[in-house]
């Protein structure tokens, strides 16, 4: 899979995710950034897990959790669609989802292995995909979406969060 997905294959704000991911195959991108996040979350200095750029605002563990659900959502999207499934699947809304978690409960270490243990799970699901099932489309979030458009907004929400994490967090 190395040709991104057309404009046509996504809408909304899903694009804001889908341009930022790099070229090349989604497959190898998803199985690099397993390998650089887990890293780069491991390396994370202890007392700035709990920490919050502004009031209000996540904390780097909350942020963890967050892109750990995400992409389950995703993921499940992802397999429905993939599958043929044309049953529309609603939306949802994080601020609700984290209004019912306590990540900061958590130990960085029990959320980065549950963030490998999401990714290792979407990795055996694209690795199975057909290349029919790439092109198959269905609706989320009143969306028309294809099932690559859907491995893109993974890798890419990932990489949005991580640029806030290194930009407002770690500064």
């Given at each position: 899979m190395t040709r991104r997905p057309t404009k046509e294959e996504y809408g909304g704000h899903f694009g804001t995710y889908i341009e930022i991911v790099p070229d090349g195959s989604i497959v190898d991108i998803l199985a690099d950034s397993l390998k650089s996040t887990s890293e780069f979350l491991s390396d994370l200095p202890a007392d700035?897990?709990?920490?919050r750029y502004a009031p209000g605002k996540w904390s780097i563990k909350e942020v963890i959790g967050h892109i750990a659900d995400t992409e389950r959502i995703m993921s499940y999207r992802l397999l429905r669609i993939s599958r043929g499934d044309r049953t529309p699947l609603p939306g949802f809304d994080q601020d609700d989802y984290m209004k019912h978690v306590d990540f900061d409960a958590c130990s960085l270490s029990d959320l980065i292995d549950n963030y490998i243990s999401v990714r290792k799970a979407t990795l055996a699901l694209v690795r199975g995909l057909a290349d029919e099932a790439w092109?198959?489309?269905?609706?989320?979030?009143?969306?028309?979406?294809?099932?690559?458009?859907?491995?893109?907004?993974i890798a890419g929400h990932e990489l949005h969060h991580l640029r806030l994490v290194k930009t407002k967090y770690l500064t």
């Open positions: 700035k897990a709990e920490s092109a198959r489309t269905g609706t989320a979030s009143d969306i028309v979406m294809s099932a690559k458009a859907l491995a893109y907004v």
